[in-house]
């Protein structure tokens, strides 16, 4: 018998047993809905992921810091330049101007900036409340969006950022009327007497207003000053204290994304720790793969439960053709093509439950991306990324799991005798 | 030619040994319409399960156009039985939830004939029992009578040489009985076919050329009938 034969006489008998063949491919669809989604949801995942950190880092650039102390019980040594700046909020040693000299002279290096985070006392303008502020560095590297104004290369020394929520606190009747308008910063100076404390106000013309965007992670709450405002702003509050001169983490730009690779394993082995945009990406595509694969477990364990509704539901078959089968056994059709009659069936099962899983997994993935791009913030980025190979993967193996579940009714069928089915009472 | 030779097959062991075919000894010409009679449970189904290779004996041969279709290995002879011989049985076993169209094509799709072949040999089957315009309708929905006559259309699609019959009209009345009777003498004289029917109609018997009396796995007689 012909395999188109045998193929279309599975797919009628299945067709004779409807609400059968449906249940049995909804189990399976379960599956394929599940495994659908987890892999979409992957792709979609690291492929955001991809872009917040091409968006928010250079992949030329390292960020480096000294190797924190090995952990250890009891009490540590002194060693002479632990840090006390930040409380307990970082307790590693520093970079101090012989690190960053050293780092400067390495192949491959192009630059070495410090990170500034000035603790600055607030920020206000005039006849407006002070407010808390966080300043960070400006990069040029890092993809902001604007809701008004706008910067092309880098900032001059007196310029500022601000983001939405601090033009509506400080007054301004729109992120463009804030343009080009001055605000203060006040600092204090560290190491002036308790008795006799020094401030300073610094002022900066602002020169953009950053909204939140689904890519910029850093930018959202900070105020954003160039590097140099930044070192100036550091270098008074804290001029005449032992953090002057010492930093918690430095930038590295190098020539090239592979240089960059190269510069962290020779810091690695002078004893700093070195990231680069590539390991910063590997941590949350990390994260993103446990919890897919957490996913895609559901999604096995509904397939393999699936499995015994295949050898199930094709046992019964078989018991209730028994004499169709007889029949055709009779009329000569060989054990292989019986055999292949009911894997067939099971094929046809799979390839059902697949397309109903895949299918309800593309609809409800289209319909829910942009609510979860709404809820998340993220603006038109899709968390849930359906590729063809992916689906395609999904129904095939479905397919072949379910042909593998009918291989033991196959066989009990192909074994059937012909004369004990076409016996009548 | 059908030689059936030394035929003997025994159901059990020791002395639950049940003896249901004994020496059994015939031949039968191309084209021969035969009986097999007997009481029930006398061994004719039996018998003509190993006339046409679905059950094997304990010893013997078959032999049919000068091969002993016994020592065929199973792929030969599931062929031998696609293109060779047809079946009909007491039960009809016509695939209920399949139209009549599915079901007469089944033996030509277990004999590979070309799908673009099949149509005509289908239709002409349907017409020869009088079903052509069934064509469409399930098994399910057709009267005992039609059923039968639709196994016979499935049993004469792909023109087989020899048409085994077990007790094809002891579901039936006498009337529609009657109709499948003269379907299958009719091919059997007009096609020169082999027609082997196991029977207890004494009426149907006697329509025959030839008669085999069965007793207890044992020929009783054999008679050729004069016409
Ligand atoms: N598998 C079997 N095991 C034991 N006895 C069997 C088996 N098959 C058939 N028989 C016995 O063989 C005898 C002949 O059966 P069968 O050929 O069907 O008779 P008939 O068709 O003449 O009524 C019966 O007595 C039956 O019970
Ligand atoms: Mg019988």
């Given at each position: 018998?012909?395999?188109?034969?045998?193929?279309?006489?599975?797919?009628?008998?299945?067709?004779?047993?409807?609400?059968?063949?449906?249940?049995?491919?909804?189990?399976?669809?379960?599956?394929?809905?599940?495994?659908?989604?987890?892999?979409?949801?992957?792709?979609?995942g690291?492929?955001?992921?991809?872009?917040?950190?091409?968006?928010?880092?250079?992949?030329?650039?390292l960020?480096?810091?000294?190797?924190?102390p090995?952990?250890?019980?009891?009490?540590?040594?002194?060693?002479?330049?632990?840090?006390?700046?930040?409380?307990?909020?970082?307790?590693?040693?520093?970079?101090?101007?012989?690190?960053?000299?050293?780092?400067?002279?390495?192949?491959?290096?192009?630059?070495?900036?410090?990170?500034?985070?000035?603790?600055?006392?607030?920020?206000?303008?005039?006849?407006?409340?002070?407010?808390?502020?966080?300043?960070?560095?400006?990069?040029?590297?890092?993809?902001?969006?604007?809701?008004?104004?706008?910067?092309?290369?880098?900032?001059?020394?007196?310029?500022?950022?601000?983001?939405?929520?601090?033009?509506?606190?400080?007054?301004?009747?729109?992120?463009?009327?804030?343009?080009?308008?001055?605000?203060?910063?006040?600092?204090d100076?560290?190491?002036?007497?308790?008795?006799?404390?020094?401030?300073?106000?610094?002022?900066?013309?602002?020169?953009?207003?950053?909204?939140?965007?689904?890519?910029a992670f850093?930018?959202?709450?900070?105020?954003?000053?160039?590097?140099?405002?930044?070192?100036?702003?550091?270098?008074?509050?804290?001029?005449?204290?032992r953090?002057?001169?010492?930093?918690?983490?430095?930038?590295?730009?190098?020539?090239?994304?592979?240089?960059?690779?190269?510069?962290?394993?020779?810091?690695?082995?002078?004893?700093?720790?070195?990231?680069?945009?590539?390991?910063?990406?590997?941590?949350?595509?990390?994260?993103?793969?446990?919890?897919?694969?957490?996913?895609l477990?559901?999604?096995a364990?509904?397939?393999?439960?699936?499995?015994?509704g295949?050898?199930?539901?094709?046992?019964?078959?078989?018991?209730?053709?028994?004499?169709?089968?007889?029949?055709?056994?009779?009329?000569?059709?060989r054990?292989?093509?019986?055999?292949?009659?009911?894997?067939?069936?099971?094929?046809?099962?799979?390839?059902?439950?697949?397309?109903?899983?895949?299918?309800?997994?593309?609809?409800?993935?289209?319909?829910?991306?942009?609510?979860?791009?709404?809820?998340?913030?993220?603006?038109?980025?899709?968390?849930?990324?359906?590729?063809?190979?992916?689906?395609?993967?999904?129904?095939?193996?479905?397919?072949?799991?379910s042909?593998?579940?009918?291989?033991?009714?196959?066989?009990?069928?192909?074994?059937?005798?012909?004369?004990?089915?076409?016996?009548?009472? | 030619?059908?030689?059936?030779?030394?035929?003997?097959?025994?159901?059990?062991?020791?002395?639950?040994?049940?003896?249901?075919?004994?020496?059994?000894?015939?031949?039968?010409?191309?084209?021969?319409?035969?009986?097999?009679?007997?009481?029930?449970?006398?061994?004719?189904?039996?018998?003509?399960?190993?006339?046409?290779?679905?059950?094997?004996?304990?010893?013997?041969?078959?032999?049919?156009d000068?091969?002993?279709?016994?020592?065929?290995?199973?792929?030969?002879?599931?062929?031998?039985?696609?293109?060779?011989?047809?079946?009909?049985?007491?039960?009809?076993?016509?695939?209920?939830?399949?139209?009549?169209?599915?079901?007469?094509?089944?033996?030509?799709?277990?004999?590979?004939?070309?799908?673009?072949?099949?149509?005509?040999?289908?239709?002409?089957?349907?017409?020869?029992?009088?079903?052509?315009?069934?064509?469409?309708s399930?098994?399910k929905?057709?009267?005992?009578?039609?059923?039968?006559?639709?196994?016979?259309?499935?049993?004469?699609?792909?023109?087989?040489?020899?048409?085994?019959?077990?007790?094809?009209?002891?579901?039936?009345?006498?009337?529609?009985?009657?109709?499948?009777?003269?379907?299958?003498?009719?091919?059997n004289?007009?096609?020169?076919?082999?027609?082997?029917?196991?029977?207890?109609?004494?009426?149907?018997?006697?329509?025959?050329?030839?008669?085999?009396?069965?007793?207890?796995?044992?020929?009783?007689?054999?008679?050729?009938?004069?016409?």
């Amino acid at each position: 018998m012909k395999l188109r034969d045998v193929t279309i006489r599975a797919g009628r008998s299945l067709k004779q047993a409807k609400a059968r063949t449906l249940l049995t491919s909804l189990a399976i669809g379960v599956g394929a809905f599940t495994i659908t989604l987890s892999l979409a949801a992957g792709v979609g995942g690291r492929a955001y992921t991809d872009e917040i950190v091409n968006a928010n880092t250079n992949v030329k650039e390292l960020s480096v810091t000294k190797s924190p102390p090995k952990s250890q019980q009891g009490p540590q040594k002194y060693t002479g330049n632990a840090s006390g700046v930040s409380g307990g909020l970082f307790s590693g040693e520093l970079l101090d101007q012989a690190d960053i000299d050293k780092i400067l002279k390495l192949d491959g290096v192009v630059s070495v900036s410090p990170n500034y985070n000035p603790q600055v006392k607030y920020v206000t303008r005039s006849d407006q409340d002070k407010y808390v502020a966080t300043i960070s560095t400006f990069s040029p590297s890092v993809t902001l969006k604007f809701a008004a104004g706008s910067v092309n290369g880098d900032l001059a020394s007196n310029e500022i950022i601000l983001t939405e929520e601090y033009v509506k606190a400080l007054g301004f009747s729109s992120s463009q009327d804030a343009i080009g308008k001055t605000v203060n910063i006040v600092a204090d100076k560290l190491s002036s007497p308790v008795t006799a404390p020094e401030n300073n106000t610094f002022v900066y013309t602002v020169k953009g207003v950053s909204s939140k965007s689904g890519l910029a992670f850093r930018a959202q709450s900070s105020l954003l000053i160039s590097n140099s405002s930044a070192k100036t702003l550091y270098d008074y509050i804290n001029l005449g204290t032992r953090s002057y001169g010492n930093y918690i983490v430095a930038s590295v730009e190098t020539t090239s994304a592979s240089q960059a690779q190269k510069v962290k394993d020779t810091l690695t082995g002078m004893g700093y720790l070195a990231q680069t945009a590539a390991d910063v990406l590997g941590v949350i595509n990390t994260f993103i793969n446990v919890l897919q694969g957490v996913l895609l477990g559901f999604g096995a364990l509904a397939v393999l439960t699936s499995v015994f509704g295949i050898i199930n539901t094709q046992y019964i078959s078989v018991l209730e053709r028994t004499q169709q089968i007889g029949l055709m056994k009779a009329l000569g059709m060989r054990r292989r093509d019986v055999g292949r009659l009911f894997k067939l069936e099971a094929a046809w099962i799979g390839l059902l439950g697949g397309s109903i899983g895949t299918g309800l997994a593309v609809i409800l993935g289209t319909i829910a991306n942009p609510i979860i791009s709404k809820a998340l913030d993220i603006g038109n980025i899709s968390l849930i990324v359906f590729t063809p190979m992916n689906i395609a993967v999904v129904i095939v193996g479905l397919v072949i799991v379910s042909v593998s579940s009918g291989i033991l009714p196959a066989r009990k069928a192909a074994k059937l005798n012909p004369i004990e089915a076409l016996r009548t009472e | 030619m059908i030689e059936v030779k030394k035929i003997s097959k025994t159901y059990g062991k020791g002395d639950n040994a049940f003896r249901v075919l004994d020496n059994i000894n015939f031949t039968v010409p191309d084209g021969a319409s035969v009986a097999i009679l007997g009481k029930s449970g006398s061994g004719k189904s039996t018998l003509m399960h190993v006339m046409s290779g679905l059950d094997k004996p304990d010893s013997g041969e078959i032999i049919i156009d000068g091969k002993n279709i016994l020592q065929l290995n199973q792929k030969d002879i599931d062929k031998f039985r696609s293109t060779k011989m047809s079946f009909i049985f007491q039960s009809f076993f016509v695939q209920a939830k399949e139209n009549c169209y599915d079901n007469v094509s089944l033996p030509l799709e277990i004999a590979d004939v070309a799908p673009s072949r099949r149509k005509s040999k289908i239709e002409t089957a349907l017409k020869a029992v009088d079903l052509l315009d069934k064509i469409k309708s399930r098994a399910k929905d057709l009267s005992g009578g039609q059923k039968q006559r639709l196994a016979v259309a499935r049993a004469i699609v792909n023109s087989p040489q020899v048409l085994f019959a077990d007790e094809p009209t002891g579901n039936l009345d006498s009337v529609t009985g009657g109709k499948v009777e003269d379907l299958l003498f009719d091919y059997n004289k007009k096609n020169n076919v082999t027609l082997i029917v196991v029977t207890h109609d004494a009426e149907l018997a006697d329509r025959c050329d030839m008669q085999i009396h069965i007793k207890d796995g044992k020929i009783d007689s054999i008679r050729e009938m004069k016409k």
